[in-house]
């Protein structure tokens, strides 16, 4: 059902920056691009999200190619907390409202 | 200002029980949904309440899962009879009313782990 693809895990260690990349080379002109994730233990919890242009804020950097086939998760100084799951999921414009359909997802592992 | 809450936050129960999950969601929002993992496998969704009414029920996997949100405040998930198949995490989520959003972030809450022996 899911209609990305992402590695399975990565590593990283501590106050370096972590690129998670997504594959979606299916995607329409309507899907926005969603980042979420899940720390251990807690439900998911949103990240970022995109259209076209690259995404700023507080928690990520979110690049998308130019043909929006594929984005990465930047996270510029990865720290401990920032172990967990993330999700890169497609979500039709025109429908925010509806459900999430959640891949497998990266685990990402820091290492101090 | 709360956010997405769940009770209980675990459940052990035998086969052929009945378990009962509670949602409640962040105050005003209209949407509600309820998603699970079970072992090994992929969050999944499960239905979307917009108020009171079920807006998409697709991912119900069969009629032993009753769902209500009655007032349209907070929702209820039942199993009867649980089976082993129905252990895993069950997570709620809610969300703002969509008309004239373009994005519509849904809080979660922490979950439920449901055990049945």
């Known amino acids: 059902d899911a209609k990305t693809t992402q590695p399975n895990s990565m590593e990283s260690n501590e106050e370096e920056p972590v690129h998670l990349p997504c594959n979606h080379s299916t995607i329409s002109g309507t899907d926005y691009i969603h980042w979420y994730r899940q720390l251990p233990s807690q439900g998911p919890e949103y990240v970022i999200h995109?259209?076209?242009s690259n995404v700023n804020n507080r928690m990520a950097s979110l690049a998308i190619a130019e043909d929006r086939k594929s984005s990465t998760l930047i996270l510029h100084r990865a720290t401990l907390r920032d172990a967990a799951v993330y999700y890169c999921?497609?979500?039709?414009?025109?429908?925010?409202?509806?459900?999430?359909?959640f891949g497998q997802g990266t685990e990402l592992s820091v290492k101090p | 200002e709360a956010g997405v809450t769940q009770f209980p936050s675990h459940s052990v129960i035998e086969k052929g029980q009945t378990v009962t999950l509670r949602c409640d969601p962040i105050?005003?929002?209209?949407?509600l949904y309820w998603y699970r993992r079970v072992m090994g496998k992929e969050i999944k969704f499960l239905l979307h309440f917009v108020k009171e009414s079920k807006q998409d029920e697709s991912g119900m996997p069969n009629n032993r899962f009753l769902a209500e949100r009655t007032g349209g405040t907070y929702s209820t998930l039942k199993v009867q009879p649980a089976e082993l198949e129905d252990s895993g995490v069950y997570f709620c989520?809610?969300?703002?009313?969509?008309?004239?959003?373009?994005?519509?972030?849904?809080?979660f809450g922490p979950g439920t782990r449901l055990t049945v022996l």
């Open positions: 999921i497609l979500r039709d414009g025109y429908n925010q409202g509806g459900k999430l359909i």
């Open positions: 995109g259209l076209t």
């Open positions: 105050s005003g929002h209209d949407n």
């Open positions: 989520a809610s969300s703002q009313e969509t008309r004239g959003l373009i994005h519509n972030e849904q809080f």
